[in-house]
């Protein structure tokens, strides 16, 4: 188990779960709360954590239907539920975020039967605000046999190629498969001189809305309006400032990723990787997140532990994405004390455009990072037993 001291109040953790909470009685001496049913302190969130409702907000405001049916058949490892809550629990980000449930996919063209065999592929921007990382667009590729999605953020809409790029290097490394199709509308972002001719040599056949039919149009379309629905599901029920709308939209696509949809036996992830993903590390979105800078990369009479907020989660290196307002970036970390009884936003972090003070979006927690920062609460891990 491990501990920490934030002020007048102690944490102590239990495999990164938070399972006991106390407060400062004298100098040196703490009460710790042993939650009883009806208290509401942070020792009862231990056992609130599994719950449908924490588990709806957690994936990104999915359905509970099929949050419900991944646990019954086993779909992801790390999902636990109770039985006996009612699924209609109100969500309060879902009333803006989601005003309707869509419905179950229909595909009416034939489906692929391998990985890779046809990428459905859609651009979406300007959006209002500028990200974090300077974007204001955003391109979404979905592969049709496994559901896999993948979200690149751009600057300007001419990147497309490279992102598409790259997707065929992945997917031929880590499944052994080449893209065959790639399916997209008839923007300029798409045809154009440099991708008709990088297609042409890699003999990949590109499908525009003049060759198929508009009622297969949707697939790309309905990618991107489930992830835009649950990135605002999840900022209007934490009062995210709207230049993270692309910390939102990743996490989603992260979290869609791990989700089987409609009446699918299996998750995206498991289709890509054959085995179940894990989802037992997924917090809550703008849940209050400290970093704890290790005893290597901190210079003496450094703090230990720097706050923030929850925003994402890293495909490759594992590690949590965690906004601090104190140097207004986004940090990567995978050592982390995740407080989801305080999930939202503070006020004072506006909807000013994001870039007006910053330029990048991701920096190393362990390096220039806590020469920048104020600290207004003393802060130290202990382990114990
Ligand atoms: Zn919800």
Same mark, same amino acid.
């Given at each position: 188990?491990? +501990?920490?001291?934030? &002020?007048?109040?102690?944490?102590?953790? #239990?495999? +990164?779960?938070?399972?006991?909470? +106390?407060?400062?009685?004298?100098?040196?001496?703490?009460?710790?709360?042993? &939650?009883?049913?009806?208290?509401?302190?942070?020792?009862?969130?231990?056992?609130?954590?599994?719950?449908?409702?924490?588990?709806?907000?957690?994936?990104?405001?999915?359905?509970?239907?099929?949050?419900?049916?991944?646990? @019954?058949?086993?779909?992801?490892?790390?999902?636990?539920? $109770?039985?006996?809550?009612? =699924?209609?629990?109100?969500?309060? +980000?879902?009333?803006?975020?989601?005003?309707?449930?869509?419905?179950?996919?229909?595909? !009416?063209?034939?489906?692929?039967?391998?990985?890779?065999?046809?990428? #459905?592929?859609?651009?979406?921007?300007?959006?209002?605000?500028?990200?974090?990382?300077?974007?204001?667009?955003?391109?979404?590729?979905? =592969?049709?046999?496994?559901?896999?999605?993948? %979200?690149?953020?751009?600057?300007?809409?001419?990147?497309?190629?490279?992102?598409?790029?790259?997707?065929?290097?992945?997917?031929?490394?880590?499944?052994?498969?080449?893209?065959? !199709?790639?399916?997209? =509308?008839?923007?300029?972002?798409?045809?154009?001189?440099?991708?008709?001719?990088?297609?042409?040599?890699?003999?990949?056949?590109?499908? @525009?809305?003049?060759?198929?039919?508009?009622?297969?149009?949707?697939?790309?379309?309905?990618?991107?309006?489930?992830?835009?629905?649950?990135?605002?599901?999840?900022?209007?029920?934490?009062?995210?400032?709207?230049?993270?709308?692309?910390?939102?939209?990743?996490?989603?696509?992260?979290?869609?990723?791990?989700?089987?949809? $409609?009446?699918?036996?299996? @998750?995206?992830?498991?289709?890509?990787?054959?085995?179940?993903?894990?989802?037992?590390?997924?917090?809550?979105?703008?849940?209050? !997140?400290?970093?704890?800078?290790?005893?290597?990369?901190?210079?003496?009479?450094?703090?230990?532990?720097?706050?923030?907020?929850?925003?994402?989660?890293?495909?490759?290196?594992?590690?949590?994405?965690?906004?601090?307002?104190?140097?207004?970036?986004?940090?990567?970390?995978?050592?982390?004390? %995740?407080?989801?009884?305080?999930?939202?936003?503070?006020?004072?972090?506006?909807?000013?455009?994001? !870039?007006?003070?910053?330029?990048?979006?991701?920096? =190393?927690?362990? @390096?220039?990072?806590?020469?920048?920062?104020?600290?207004?609460?003393?802060?130290?891990?202990?382990?114990?037993?």
């Amino acid at each position: 188990m491990e +501990g920490s001291f934030v &002020g007048n109040k102690c944490f102590f953790y #239990h495999k +990164g779960q938070l399972v006991l909470t +106390g407060e400062r009685a004298a100098k040196t001496m703490y009460y710790l709360k042993i &939650g009883s049913k009806d208290s509401k302190d942070f020792a009862n969130s231990a056992q609130r954590i599994d719950s449908l409702l924490i588990w709806h907000q957690r994936l990104g405001h999915a359905d509970s239907r099929n949050i419900r049916r991944m646990f @019954t058949m086993n779909l992801v490892e790390g999902l636990k539920l $109770g039985t006996t809550e009612s =699924d209609n629990r109100i969500s309060p +980000g879902c009333a803006k975020g989601k005003m309707h449930r869509l419905p179950f996919q229909i595909s !009416t063209s034939p489906k692929a039967d391998h990985i890779a065999e046809r990428i #459905h592929s859609n651009v979406c921007g300007p959006m209002s605000y500028t990200s974090l990382g300077g974007a204001s667009y955003f391109v979404i590729f979905k =592969d049709e046999f496994s559901g896999w999605i993948v %979200i690149n953020f751009m600057k300007m809409k001419s990147e497309v190629l490279i992102h598409l790029q790259s997707l065929f290097a992945f997917l031929k490394n880590q499944t052994g498969y080449t893209i065959q !199709t790639i399916r997209t =509308d008839n923007g300029t972002e798409y045809v154009n001189v440099a991708l008709s001719k990088w297609t042409t040599e890699m003999g990949i056949r590109h499908e @525009t809305s003049v060759i198929y039919t508009p009622e297969q149009n949707g697939t790309s379309e309905r990618t991107n309006r489930t992830i835009m629905e649950s990135a605002k599901s999840m900022m209007f029920s934490s009062n995210a400032p709207l230049w993270l709308w692309a910390e939102a939209a990743g996490y989603s696509t992260y979290i869609r990723n791990r989700i089987a949809s $409609g009446q699918k036996k299996l @998750t995206p992830f498991e289709v890509l990787h054959n085995r179940k993903p894990n989802v037992s590390h997924i917090k809550t979105f703008g849940s209050k !997140t400290f970093v704890h800078i290790s005893d290597v990369k901190r210079k003496k009479l450094e703090p230990k532990c720097i706050e923030g907020y929850l925003v994402g989660y890293c495909e490759s290196t594992k590690g949590y994405r965690v906004y601090i307002p104190d140097i207004k970036k986004v940090i990567i970390s995978r050592d982390v004390i %995740i407080d989801e009884s305080v999930v939202g936003f503070n006020a004072s972090l506006t909807n000013k455009s994001a !870039t007006d003070s910053f330029v990048s979006s991701v920096m =190393d927690p362990f @390096t220039e990072l806590v020469n920048y920062i104020h600290y207004s609460s003393l802060m130290h891990r202990v382990t114990i037993l």
